[in-house]
């Protein structure tokens, strides 16, 4: 395993957590908890998922430099490249059913990113 890409896992990681949380903060999570049309409960249940990923992100960080200070915790790099393929994924299959460029999702980028540069640690 190639533990110098696993830190730039871990690059790419905080990368995505300071562009969901900063930057996606203010262009989704705003507009959505200034929406009076959306039913409470899918409002707030909404609110709930956006900080789901904002943890996720974060803790995604954390579990890539684990690993890159204990290389024998392999498993955690494939579970981790294995969510963050499934992530990318759903985002391109969002995007396509609400007719958008999967690319103007930053999550497609980004956790396609993390998951290729994951899946190289693991084959170099």
């Not at 990923?53 to 204990?70: D, E, Q, W």
């Not at 992530?87 to 980004?110: D, E, N, Q, W, Y």
Request: proline residues 4%; neutral net charge.
């Amino acid at each position: 395993m190639q533990v110098d890409l696993l830190w730039i896992a871990v690059l790419i990681s905080g990368v995505t957590f300071v562009i969901h949380t900063f930057v996606g903060g203010s262009r989704v999570a705003t507009p959505l908890l200034e929406d009076t049309t959306l039913p409470l409960a899918s409002k707030w249940l909404n609110y709930y998922c956006w900080h789901i990923v904002t943890i996720y992100t974060f803790l995604m960080s954390g579990g890539y430099a684990f690993v890159a200070l204990n290389p024998d915790k392999i498993e955690l790099v494939i579970f981790l490249t294995l969510l963050n393929s499934c992530f990318a994924c759903l985002s391109v299959a969002v995007a396509m059913k609400g007719k958008i460029h999967p690319l103007r999702f930053p999550s497609t980028t980004l956790f396609s990113l993390v998951s290729l540069v994951g899946l190289a640690s693991l084959l170099v």
